[in-house]
Structures are given as C-alpha cells and as structure tokens.
C-alpha cells in the first residue's frame, strides 16, 4: 500500500520532512571519511588535542566563520565540501548547534569524539526537530583536524507538537554478506492508532546531493518496522532511511551501517 499519493497534502509534507534530515545527514557525514580511511597508529598524522576539538565546535557554532582556520584537506576531507554543506544546512536549520565532547578509546588505543547536532526547521506551520549523532576519531596534521573517521552515525527528526519516542535498533556495523535486521520501534503502547512506514538504502550519491527520493509507505500491523535486509558482499558502507507517520507526528531517521571483512573489525 502507498501512502503517499494517496494523501497529497501530507506526501509534501512527508518530503519536507525527509529532505531536511538528509540535509542533516549530509553536513553529519561531510568531514567524515569511512573507517578504513582514517590514518592509524603511527601514521603521518596524530590523534586531535582536546583545544582542537574545542576550536573545531567553536568555528561550527560561529557564523561567517572560516573552517579552513581548524580544517585541512586530508583523506576524505574535503574542505570546500564541508562549507558548502554547513552553508546548506544553516538554511534548513538556522540554530544548528554543534557538540563535540570526549567519546571512548578505540581498541587501538586512538581517542574519540562524540558529535551531536541539533537544530530546529519552520516551515508550512510544521516543526521539525533534528538530533544528529556521530562517533569520530579524529586525527590532526599542521595544527588543523586533518582527518576523521565515522564509528557510528545516525539522524533522527520528528515532527508533531511533542518528540515521538522511537528507537533505532540497527547496528553500527555488519560482516559482508551478513542478513540482519532493521527495526525501529515505537517505544510506547499505539493504543489502536494507524501508523504507516518505510525504509529505503541511499545511494552515496543520494546522500551527497542531498535528493529527495520517493520513499513508499506501507500500514505498519506492529509497533513499528521491521525488516530483515543483506549486506552487500564488499566492505564499505549502507545508509538506512526510514520514514514513520503517527497521528501525533513524523519521524524520519537515517542510520550508517559499516560493512566489513574481518570480525574483530565489528567492534574498532
């Protein structure tokens, strides 16, 4: 069953929804290179200082700032890139607001960041809500961050005059090849209300033009969606969308799933 066509008015509403969170997605993942791109232990570059990581939230959270002051081009780093992308968010979510805090240390000794974005969009009467999270290990050369790596990631925005709580039950990472399961679920009761949902993998190319594709929405019989799906069989990376409608509100989600080889590589 598709939802969409059926309801025009909220089929546009739907597609502000999930175009804002892939603006998100987009400026998330921008400086963010796959894991296998970060330089490791005893590579040219170094892990970044704590005043880096301060001096990286506060160019973020600045206006009119230059990036280029704390960011350098390096491996999946590109500088033009991420301002373009910065630029495009801050139309959608003119009080984006970065923080950068210290995450847990890598199995091979390198230190972390926790990233989280927020940020609220006005439009047609609707607003929309945007979390954003992200575990990176960064690294620095010349005094400027020059290189992450994305341990996990996911976006959530939500709609509706108060936050519907769901949770994304999706791994951060999968073996190649591997079935496994994505679920987002409702965390409380519906109480005989009619939800609809969808999910769909974006393309690189999707995630980086930041397109709108048509998501088809089918009546969800449970308390959320869920779906079995299939790594591809070469190590890289998927990017999960899902799209959830309630009568209380929207809630559209995107979700990094790291693809590897090698088992102890399921856990950095």
Do not use: C
Request: net charge positive; hydrophobic share 45%; proline share 6%.
């Amino acid at each position: 069953m598709t939802w969409a066509p059926l309801m025009p008015p909220l089929s546009r509403r739907l597609r502000r929804t999930f175009g804002a969170t892939l603006a998100a997605l987009a400026l998330v993942a921008s400086a963010a290179p796959s894991v296998r791109a970060a330089a490791g232990p005893g590579g040219a570059t170094g892990a970044a200082s704590q005043a880096q990581r301060q001096a990286l939230q506060a160019a973020l959270n600045t206006a009119g700032s230059d990036l280029g002051a704390v960011l350098s081009a390096g491996p999946g780093l590109d500088l033009k890139l991420v301002e373009l992308r910065r630029r495009l968010l801050l139309k959608q979510f003119p009080d984006a607001s970065w923080t950068l805090t210290p995450g847990p240390a890598l199995k091979d000794g390198r230190s972390t960041v926790e990233l989280r974005l927020t940020g609220t969009h006005k439009q047609g009467g609707s607003t929309f809500r945007l979390e954003a999270s992200q575990l990176l290990a960064l690294s620095s050369s010349g005094g400027r961050v020059s290189g992450q790596a994305v341990i996990r990631e996911q976006t959530i925005v939500r709609s509706g005059d108060q936050d519907l709580p769901v949770s994304l039950l999706i791994p951060d990472a999968v073996l190649t090849g591997q079935r496994y399961d994505i679920d987002v679920v409702f965390d409380e009761p519906l109480n005989g209300a009619l939800v609809a949902g969808g999910l769909l993998a974006l393309s690189t190319r999707q995630t980086t033009a930041m397109d709108t594709p048509r998501l088809e929405l089918g009546a969800l019989g449970g308390g959320g969606l869920f779906k079995t799906v299939q790594a591809p069989y070469t190590p890289g990376e998927q990017t999960w969308a899902v799209l959830l409608v309630h009568p209380k509100g929207i809630v559209s989600a995107t979700k990094r799933v790291r693809v590897v080889a090698d088992r102890a590589q399921l856990t950095p």
